[in-house]
Each structure stands twice: as C-alpha cells, then as structure tokens.
C-alpha cells in the first residue's frame, strides 16, 4: 500500500519506524544500520520529512534525533496510514470486536519500536474467548500477511504481572490508563 503512495523505499522505511510507534526516537547512523543503507541516503530523507515539519529533531551531545511531529496538522492521517498499511488497525478492531471483554491491547518488542520485523506480537488483557482469539489470528495473518503471536491474560493477573510484562518495548494500542 505504502510503496504506491511513497516511491523511496527508505522514506517508506522512515515512515513505518516513525509514525508506528510516535515515541520512538532514532538518531542517522542507527537508521542507517538497521535499514543497510548508506547515512547519507538517511539523511536526506530525514532534512526533507523534518522541514515540511513531519519530524522533530533534537540535539542530544551529538547525535541529532529524530521523532514523529505529533502536533503537525497530518500526524493522525500519516499515522493512520502506516497502521493501516501492517493491518494492525484490523487485528485490534477484530480481535476488541469479538473477543468479549477486552480491558487492553499491547503491541510489543519490535513493532513497539516500529521495526517492521514480519512478526507482531500482542497482548490482549480481558476475559477472551481463547478459540476465537485463535481463529482472528490466523485470519489477521493472512490478511496482513505477517506472523502475529498472540498472548492473552485475565485483568487480575496483568496487574501482578504488570512491571514484567511493560518492562518490554510495548505500545498500547486499545483501553484506559
């Protein structure tokens, strides 16, 4: 979807790492790394998102690190079209459509921290229907065409377990609080 919109693929890249999850900050040589491309073609990708104002950079020492703009009048829809691009807008639709009472929904490890690894994995916290929870997983699989692994956890024990369970990259995506 994305690669009809954006013809660079490292665009493409910064894009997915930034705007899935928007915490996420990265400095030029880290993106360079994980994506095997030259610094320079990171570069000029990240001078052009951040003067049209999608990117903020800041100084640390110096590195200068890069964030997805939350306040810029297109965050919403630029966010809304990388998830829709990986489907996770659909696993966490159906999966809180169907399931019963589902208090939260954690996206964690890689794509927390918007690396697009082929593998998602999610937390659901509720009292869920662990068949059916099964089913919509193969059903986002394909649909997505990524390998999703899925744990699911009752409200009371999420609580106790709580500290173990977000001390990983996570992102939630579904509840309060």
């Not at 662990?130 to 009752?154: N, P, Q, T, W, Y």
Request: glycine letters at 6%; hydrophobic letters at 40%.
């Amino acid at each position: 979807m994305l690669t009809e919109l954006f013809t660079s693929k490292t665009r493409i890249k910064l894009l997915l790492k930034l705007f899935l999850n928007p915490e996420v900050s990265c400095y030029l040589r880290e993106l360079a790394s994980e994506f095997s491309v030259s610094p320079n073609a990171i570069k000029g990708e990240l001078d052009s998102l951040s003067e049209a104002g999608y990117l903020t950079r800041k100084q640390t020492g110096r590195s200068i690190f890069f964030q997805a703009n939350k306040k810029h009048p297109f965050f919403p829809e630029i966010s809304s079209i990388v998830r829709k691009s990986l489907g996770i807008d659909r696993l966490v639709d159906e999966v809180v459509a169907s399931l019963g009472k589902v208090d939260a929904v954690y996206i964690l490890d890689d794509y927390a921290q918007g690396k697009d690894s082929g593998l998602i994995d999610a937390l659901v916290v509720g009292n869920v229907d662990k068949g059916r929870l099964d089913e919509l997983r193969s059903i986002v699989e394909s649909k997505v065409g990524r390998k999703v692994r899925v744990m699911d956890i009752a409200p009371d024990d999420f609580e106790l377990s709580r500290d173990i369970f977000l001390s990983r990259p996570n992102w939630k995506v579904y509840g309060y609080g």
